[in-house]
Nanobody, 125 residues
Framework: QVRLEESGGGLAQAGGSLRLSCGEV????????MGWFRQAPGKEREFVAA????????FYADSVKGRFTISRDKAQNTIYLQMNSLKPEDTAVYYC??????????????????WGQGTQVTVSS
């Protein structure tokens, strides 16, 4: 059974950094893109970043471009999201996602085949 396990959320001050990790149990997404979404209270889940199956290509939402970095360790079956220069508006539950339609990127929530349980990120001003 495919399982995505996240870790690394928590509390940070504005301008600080956090690193999220997502390990895949099952190796079902070896040939597919993986990424991160987030959902703030009262808002829809939104795309944050995606990485291609081989870790070469990365994609970011405009709101995080230049501050967040997504990476993929194929040997460890894990993806990471390094979040720097955090802002209060980054506060949300962050979800790891595995795609089953593309090896390059994640088109949107509807193409996600599996979600992690979510990890809370809170940024104080």
């Amino acid at each position: 059974q495919v399982r995505l396990e996240e870790s690394g959320g928590g509390l940070a001050q504005a301008g600080g950094s956090l690193r999220l990790s997502c390990g895949e149990v099952g190796r079902s997404f070896d040939a597919y893109a993986m990424g991160w979404f987030r959902q703030a209270p009262g808002k829809e889940r939104e795309f944050v970043a995606a990485v291609s199956w081989d870790g070469v290509n990365t994609f970011y939402a405009d709101s995080v471009k230049g501050r967040f970095t997504i990476s993929r360790d194929k040997a460890q079956n894990t993806i990471y999201l390094q979040m720097n220069s955090l802002k209060p508006e980054d506060t949300a539950v962050y979800y790891c996602a595995g795609d089953r339609q593309s090896g390059v990127t994640i088109a949107g929530p509807m193409s996600v085949a599996a979600w992690g349980q979510g990890t809370q990120v809170t940024v104080s001003s």
